[in-house]
């Protein structure tokens, strides 16, 4: 398996540029793993497949869904794509590159849990500061447009924004110039993980069910229902954030009730 994977590589390598790898290369594998994977989502609530696990019982309209593929097309190709192309020169000034061999996959995992983490604090005081009256207002009420929130709502933000918390994502493989792979194994990571907080399902095979430090879609939905002075649960991907600066109270809260709800349920069973 290990060599079938560096003979693709080399093929990729001995073909295109480093440049045409870390940027074309890099847009292309966003766009086939952020619209793969959310848009199931959207197919999934039009058809009311699997209704049971959804969070709220709301649906998006026909209109509100088009809307969001529209504008996320234009912000990717106008915002995103010439971000990869300016911040090339800084990660290889930084050491990036893509020649073999691969580093070793006790590098990767740590650089990736690195960058989890960064990127996670960056944008919990990121995203409460665009929490705050002018700001939510000229600035982040365009991602909050998704009360009912699906996978694709994610990325559907203003141009400032996407600048502003993209930063969060792209900080850390900045800092430490990382191995291709790795930059590309953490944008696929990243991704996967913010389609599938903004998804508005909670399954038995969630994350968020084996990883007690992880947030997922119930802790994320809970953040869009309400109204942005008090919505609380900024963090990206952990909880410890919002827990140890008391921004999850209301959540905590609500997830007692019905835990207790459920337990008095079976009681009566």
């Known amino acids: 398996m290990a ?43 039009r058809a009311g497949w699997l209704k049971k696990y959804k969070i709220q019982m709301k649906n998006n309209t026909l209109e509100a869904q088009e809307k969001c593929i529209t504008r996320l097309l234009l912000y990717h190709f106008g915002v995103n794509l010439p971000v990869m192309l300016a911040s090339y020169p800084v990660f290889r000034h930084m050491g990036m590159q893509s020649s073999l061999p691969f580093p070793s996959w006790k590098v990767i995992l740590m650089q990736i849990a690195f960058y989890f983490i960064l990127e996670d604090f960056i944008f919990y005081w990121g995203h409460r500061v665009l929490h705050t009256k002018w700001l939510y207002k000229h600035v982040h009420s365009i991602h909050h447009e998704y009360a009912t929130p699906f996978g694709l709502t994610s990325e559907y933000a203003h141009p400032a924004e996407i600048l502003f918390l993209g930063f969060a994502t ?13 930059l590309w194994l953490w944008m696929v ?15 038995p095979w ?19 229902r309400l109204l942005y002075t008090k919505s609380g649960n900024y ?26 709800g459920v337990e008095s349920a079976g009681k009566q069973t």
């Not at 792209?170 to 291709?180: D, E, F, K, N, Y």
């Not at 990571?189 to 399954?203: N, P």
């Not at 969630?206 to 869009?224: E, I, V």
Request: charged fraction near 10%; hydrophobic fraction near 45%; glycine fraction near 8%.
């Open 189 to 203: 990571l990243r991704v996967l993980e913010t389609v599938e907080a903004h998804c508005g399902y909670h399954f």
């Open 206 to 224: 969630s994350l968020s069910n084996f990883l007690p430090l992880y947030g997922g879609a119930n802790f994320h939905d809970y953040h869009h």
């Open 170 to 182: 792209i900080v850390g493989p900045a800092i430490t110039g990382p191995h291709l792979v790795t």
């Open 235 to 260: 963090s990206s991907t952990f909880i410890y954030m919002d827990w140890v600066f008391g921004t999850d109270k209301g959540y905590r809260k609500l997830q007692a009730l019905k835990n207790a």
């Open 3 to 45: 060599s079938i994977i560096e003979s693709g590589w080399l093929y990729l390598i001995t073909h295109f540029s480093d440049f045409q790898l870390a940027c074309l290369g890099s847009f292309f594998l966003h766009e086939s793993v952020f619209f793969l994977s959310g848009l199931p989502f959207i197919y999934l609530e």
